[in-house]
């Protein structure tokens, strides 16, 4: 089983882990740096290609080296090296973001208890974009680093706040203390496409291993983020595009889904919102009302 070295994707190796021996398999974990893994005074924008924590770990499974590539499906290209496809998805954690401001630049008079010009800290270009939405006055200065790193920037005052996705913090169960949390409804603060999702990765051939992740597949997860990643696809777009998709299922069946699309990251945010009985040409319909 393949994986990146950070804290958050060693916990999700050990999900993985512990969900294949529920089934009776056991498995070994391997290690593999990533080209994004080492790159921390630039942002994704800025970062030439795609698929920056995937391609080695990718690379690994098509020579054989790993029978298993666990994933941020967030992370993943849409399109799949030749060869290789995803062959199950986890549960969903919290799909949301959320903003966390020190408690000592905190001014609850203000929308999102920002104060004005607040030194705001992300390297996502849909966050930028979706921030300056609703605070144009922000500045917004880039961050990278794990999800503790993160955290150690903001306290020790490089930012007034920054934007983190709920389901890393939840997952690492990582200390807030001293900060104001700030959660962003992931209707309206839209979240990156399949976020919270992890991707189990493996050789189209594997027939054996692709069987077995069957057991541990969650077929209702994968028909909400087959719409999220459609749309990513068909606006041609990678990790970089300031593009937030979020579709859900209620409990009559019927498909709802929400997305937020900015040309650049301080460009003008462009929503939509489409409800469906069915998943079928949603994907199509939100990219359409998008571009227009």
Known sequence: MGTRGSKLALWQAE??????????????????KTQGDPVQDLSFDKMEGE???????????????????????????????????????????????????????????????LPEGAVTGTSSSRRKAQILDFRPDLQIRDLR??????????????YDAILLARAGINRLNANLSGLTVIPLNPREFVPAPAQ?????????????????????????????????????????????????????????GHYHAWAAFAPSWNGPVTRVRLSSSTNYQLAEKIAESLIK
């Open 145 to 158: 680093g794990n999800v503790l790193t993160r955290l150690d920037k903001l306290r020790q005052g490089d």
């Open 196 to 252: 919270g999702v992890l991707a189990w990765q493996t050789n189209v051939a594997d027939l054996p291993i692709r069987r077995l992740l069957r057991q541990i597949h969650h077929p209702e997860v994968s028909a909400a983020t087959n719409v999220e990643r459609k749309v990513l696809q068909l606006l041609g777009g990678g990790c970089h595009l300031p593009l937030g998709v979020f579709c859900e299922r209620d409990a009559m």
């Open 51 to 113: 698929g920056f924590f995937t391609k080695e770990i990718e690379d690994a499974l098509l020579r054989g080296d790993i029978d298993l590539a666990v994933h941020s499906m967030k992370d993943l290209p849409t399109r799949q090296p030749d060869g290789l496809c995803i062959s199950a998805v986890s549960y969903r954690e919290d799909p949301s973001d959320v903003l966390l401001v020190r408690e000592d630049a905190a001014n609850p008079k203000k929308l999102l208890q």
């Open 15 to 32: 999900y993985t882990s512990q969900a294949l021996r529920a089934i009776g398999v056991e498995s070994e974990l391997v290690i593999i």
